[in-house]
């Protein structure tokens, strides 16, 4: 048995309360009114465990100075026999209001959301790991209407029956694209997957070697094809591919052409790819379909707002595509989903097919896609209204005024240490949206005031503004810390400015 001063370990244990004792005290009824008994007592024999352990290891300490010759201390600390290590009287320690304050410290953590809105300061407007696109007021409305109150989700108000989801919006969408039928899954990697099991399970799928797209998470075109139980023919070459190469290889196996937008990589040089146009022809006289996976998809011409421009669905279903499958969470600037339009006969078949219940959406997703499509039928407010586009087509003086505003507060924060500059820097759409195209912007950059090279000194800063309240998500490049102020609005400039005082104090 251990002792130290005469105290023998089990002794010092022995003052650690019961469980029952603290759990009938009067410091713990708070908590149990606000958590509930199961959680507060799980806290409660955890408080009770680590005192424990912080005794058993205060004690062994004290035993091995005593074995080694050294003058004795305390079973915790050199502050007597009573003191903990950092201080704190035993008693206090052991006391039950004591017990219940550690136990409230771990009861927050827990109840602490881990999923916490940050600032973007990437310069990535339609950020995958930050959750893309934001809703704007309307559908932010709508989903708090859906999350509160029951909804005629898959009920026909007019006939009193059991109604398809499907219906609530597909209408909206036909109009905006020229589609003669739409429908709705969870996103778009689903949308294609869906598309190929429905209509070409177990045949082939015509597609251009240059068109194999990687996206986001090593998803890859022929994984989803194979998935989905298709096989991939693939013709031309990585950078050319002609219209006999299609021809060629259709046969009485094949089930379907198929272009991919290649949203996320760009080819140049000495290139050749079959438009839709080109295709769709050739399909229409073997009898087969076209489809067109769009991935980004847009409803409008961005080119008006003085954007990169890129194709939009009613485009490719002028062109000719019997199907075409986009995001709604990207360009479109909904919530994430998947939609398929084309043909009527087609997305029946799509809508038939067992996998479509599996990567149904749900009403919240329904309930915010509505309203955000319904902001295209007014195009004139478009840029006004969906917070996607207004982030796209910030103007950099605005955002150079407020950098020369918050570079006093950020550089008294962040001391004698760095350098605070404001400057131009370029921001990207995202997502595998024009991936070669940048958009100007401005910023805040952090650099160390010796001029020196110091990775460690920047991440440990980055660190740091990942555990302000509201984290600060920016990017190292080039030795400095960057903070691309683009999807930085005026509603947060005020959280922003404080939490730099913050960071100071």
Request: charged share 20%; net charge neutral; glycine share 8%.
């Amino acid at each position: 048995m251990s002792e130290v001063q005469g105290n023998p370990l089990n002794a010092l244990l022995a003052r650690v309360p019961a469980v029952e004792r603290v759990m009938s005290s009067l410091a713990v009824q708070p908590l149990l009114a606000e958590y509930g008994r199961t959680q507060v007592l799980a806290a409660v024999r955890a408080a009770l465990d680590r005192l424990r352990q912080n005794l058993q290891a205060g004690a062994g300490l004290a035993a091995e100075r005593q074995d080694d010759g050294h003058a004795t201390a305390s079973a915790m600390s050199h502050g007597g026999p009573d003191v903990l290590q950092g201080g704190m009287s035993l008693d206090a320690a052991c006391n039950e209001s004591h017990v219940v304050r550690q136990a409230a410290i771990l009861l927050a953590q827990r109840a602490q959301s881990r999923l916490h809105a940050v600032f973007n300061l990437t310069g990535t407007v339609l950020h995958t790991n930050l959750g893309r696109a934001l809703l704007p007021d309307e559908a932010v409305r709508a989903v708090v209407e859906a999350l509160t109150r029951p909804m005629n989700l898959e009920f026909d108000l007019a006939t009193g029956s059991r109604g398809d989801r499907d219906d609530l919006i597909d209408d909206i969408i036909c109009e905006l694209t020229g589609a003669e039928a739409a429908t709705v899954v969870n996103n778009n990697a689903a949308a294609v997957l869906l598309t190929l099991s429905a209509l070409a399970s177990k045949k082939e799928v015509i597609v251009s070697r240059g068109e194999l797209v990687e996206i986001g998470g090593a998803f890859r075109i022929p994984d989803i094809m194979s998935r989905a139980g298709a096989r991939l023919r693939e013709v031309g070459a990585t950078n050319r591919t002609h219209l006999k190469d299609y021809e060629e290889a259709i046969g009485p196996r094949t089930a379907m052409l198929m272009k991919v937008h290649c949203s996320n990589y760009a080819i140049s040089g000495f290139t050749k790819s079959v438009e839709l146009d080109e295709l769709a022809p050739l399909a229409r006289r073997h009898g087969l379909p076209v489809a067109v996976d769009l991935g980004s998809g847009t409803l409008v011409d961005l080119a008006q707002w003085g954007l990169p421009n890129e194709p939009t669905v009613r485009e490719n279903v002028v062109a000719g595509a019997d199907l075409v499958t986009f995001s709604g969470d990207k360009l479109l600037g909904g919530p994430q989903a998947g939609l398929i339009v084309g043909r009527a006969d087609l997305i029946r078949k799509i809508k038939k097919h067992p996998l479509k219940r599996a990567l149904r959406v749900g009403k919240l997703t329904l309930a915010a896609l509505e309203p955000v499509l319904r902001l295209y039928q007014a195009p004139e407010f478009l840029r006004e209204r969906l917070t996607t586009l207004r982030l796209l087509t910030r103007p950099a003086a605005e955002m150079q005024a407020f950098a020369e505003r918050a570079l006093p507060l950020l550089q008294h924060a962040l001391g004698e240490s760095f350098i605070v500059s404001a400057e131009p820097m370029f921001s990207q759409i995202g997502s595998g949206a024009l991936p070669v195209e940048q958009l100007p912007s401005y910023g805040l950059v952090v650099r160390l005031a010796s001029g020196k090279r110091s990775g460690r000194a920047l991440m440990k800063l980055e660190k740091a503004l990942h555990a302000l309240p509201r984290p600060v998500i920016g990017r190292i490049a080039d030795d400095a810390l960057r903070l691309d102020l683009r999807c930085l609005e005026a509603v947060d400039e005020a959280t922003f400015l404080s939490q730099c005082e913050a960071l100071h104090a």
